[in-house]
Every structure is written in structure tokens, then in C-alpha cells.
């Protein structure tokens, strides 16, 4: 049974939202959409990877897409967790393409093409880092010792895979998609007792959609950006240009003459993405550069957003992502 459905990553949607916010000539802007381009290609690998999934465990099993946890400073992204009442299995997905190098002996992972090579963050560290903070997780909310494990999949056809030092017992969770059931089907094999009741199973369930966060500050800390970098006011549907000014009870774009109704939904989305997960009114007029707290309150209250609080302390929330 699916209990997270996959939807585009919270990390692509707060790269796009910081390309719209940053200026033009700003020096992280290639860094940026540089990581864009390729988690977008990572999250077409890893949507064409759920039918096999799906059809694999979705019998007993619920199936996790794209969770995201903080820890303090640090961040955890999970592209699936699938658990059974005997184990829990992360299924990490790569669509990278050319040779593959898993330096093991290294903690090292880089790709080459030709005679150039590229290092990236190490999967089998990635994933043990997950791993880890899913037993503890379930440690600290006092649940039985379920098995963690995990498989690694590459699901770009062209990629090579090549080990450094690999030990085998990390080697046979490292597979190609056309190899992913037999895998799979090995690491179902080595659990057959069952852990957690069904009752455990849905307490479980709860607390992870209940961890599930967007990892705001984590890409802002990544690339060294501080929130007074980004630039403020409303997009442009039309161009991206801004900021877009009331006119006629509409936005209006000085750059390009055209008018929106709704132009303030994308805002407030890159506001809860960069800034905070609740805004008050006094931080929409701020950040929409508009004076009117009548204005302000209406077009609030147009979007369907959590009120919390009244009055002057009233703040507005998201019921989802995007809005």
C-alpha cells in the first residue's frame, strides 16, 4: 500500500523557487541550476523505477516515496522506504550514465567519461547514513529492532557499473533496474520472522508522514546563501520578471504589460519553500511589496490556507506543497 505518494521532490521545487528569487548575476546561479537539471533527471529515473516497486510490494507492505527528515544541521532524503511487518528496505535511486566507480575502500564515487573524472556524494554512505537514522528512529520511539537494509539501483541502461574494494555483501545491493527484482527478491529471502504487529505497522506510519519536512534550510546552507540575497515581489507568469505591481485588482507586469489574477500563489509557495512555513500578514505586504493590510488579508484568505492564531498574532499556513 502507497502512504507517501511520489510528487515532485521539495528539493526541485526549492531550486526552482531560489533560480526565480536569486539575481540574475548572481555567482551561484550556474551552481544552481546545474543541481536542478540533474535531480530533475534523477526524479524521472526514480518515477519510472515505482511500477516495479509498486508491483513487487505493494502486497503487506507500505511503500514510502520521497521522505525527507532533519536532525539538527543535518538532512536526510529518502527516495523510497518500503516496510513489511519483517523488515524495512530503502531503495536509493541513480540515473547517472557512463562508468560508475564505487571506491568502497575510499568511501569514494565518481563517474568517468573518457579520461575525465567527476566526483559526487558516495551512495553506499548515503544509504548507510539513512539506514542508521531509521533504526535509531525507531529506537528512540520504542519500537521492536526491525531490519533495516537497503538496495542501490542504477537506472540509467548506459551506466557501468565498476567496484573498488567493494566487499560482496555491499556489491549484491548494487544493482542495474534490469537486475532489481532478482535483488530484491534476494533481500526479501533473509527476513521471514515477523517484527511489528499491524498496530505497530500504522504507529510507524504516522510518525514517518509526522517526521516527513521540507529541507528548507538545508539547501540554503548547501550553496551559502542567506535569506537577504533573495529578491522580493511577485513573478511575472509570463517572464519571470519582477516584481509585478496591483493594478485593477490584478497584477501587472511593468516589463511585459500583462496582468495576472493569481500571481501571488507562486509567491507564497517560495515563501513557505525559502523562508519560513507560516507567514503573517504583516510578512506577505513585505514580501509581495504591497501597503495595503486590507489587500493583503483578501488575498490571503482567496488561497486555502491554515489560520493560526487571531488577530495580530494570526499567521498563515500551507495545507501542502505545492499549494
Same mark, same amino acid.
Given at each position: ?42 526524479? +524521472? ?140 527478491? +534476494? ?81 507564497? +509557495? ?12 504583516? +510578512? ?40
Amino acid at each position: 500500500m502507497i502512504m507517501k505518494k511520489r510528487t515532485k521532490p521539495l528539493k526541485i521545487l526549492i531550486l526552482s523557487a531560489l533560480l526565480r528569487r536569486l539575481p540574475k548575476n548572481h555567482v551561484k546561479r550556474a551552481l544552481i541550476a546545474s543541481e536542478l537539471s540533474r535531480r530533475e533527471a534523477g526524479y +524521472q529515473g526514480e518515477e519510472s523505477l515505482d511500477i516495479e516497486i509498486v508491483r513487487l510490494f505493494d502486497k503487506n507492505n507500505m511503500i514510502f516515496h520521497d521522505l525527507n527528515f532533519n536532525e539538527g544541521d543535518t538532512s536526510y532524503q529518502i527516495d523510497n522506504l518500503v516496510i513489511s511487518p519483517a523488515r524495512a528496505l530503502i531503495i536509493e535511486v541513480k540515473n547517472m550514465t557512463n562508468q560508475l566507480i564505487f571506491d568502497t575502500e575510499n568511501d569514494q564515487f565518481y563517474l568517468k567519461n573518457g579520461d575525465t573524472l567527476k566526483g559526487y556524494t558516495d551512495p553506499v554512505s548515503q544509504v548507510q547514513r539513512h539506514q542508521a537514522y531509521i533504526k535509531k528512529l525507531l529506537a528512540e520511539n520504542n519500537f521492536p529492532p526491525l531490519p533495516v537494509d537497503y538496495l542501490i539501483v542504477v537506472n540509467n541502461p548506459n551506466a557501468i557499473l565498476v567496484f573498488k574494494g567493494t566487499p560482496h555483501e555491499i556489491r549484491k545491493r548494487i544493482c542495474k533496474s534490469h537486475s532489481f527484482n532478482k535483488r530484491a527478491q +534476494q533481500i526479501e529471502e533473509l527476513y521471514t520472522d515477523e517484527i511489528l504487529t499491524s498496530k505497530e505497522l500504522r504507529k510507524l506510519s504516522r510518525l514517518l508522514l509526522k517526521k516527513n519536512t521540507p529541507p528548507t534550510n538545508y539547501i540554503l546552507k548547501k550553496f551559502e546563501i542567506k535569506k537577504s540575497e533573495l529578491l522580493t515581489g511577485v513573478c511575472c507568469p509570463s517572464g519571470d520578471h519582477l516584481p509585478m505591481t496591483r493594478k485593477k485588482r490584478k497584477w501587472y507586469c511593468p516589463t511585459c504589460h500583462t496582468y495576472s489574477t493569481d500571481a501571488h500563489i507562486e509567491l507564497l +509557495q517560495d515563501y513557505f519553500l525559502l523562508f519560513d512555513t507560516k507567514i503573517t500578514n504583516k +510578512q506577505f505586504r513585505s514580501f509581495a511589496q504591497i501597503d495595503s493590510i486590507d489587500v493583503s488579508k483578501r488575498l490571503l484568505l482567496s488561497i486555502n490556507l491554515n489560520r493560526l492564531g487571531k488577530n495580530k498574532t494570526r499567521a498563515y499556513a500551507p495545507n501542502s506543497i505545492p499549494l
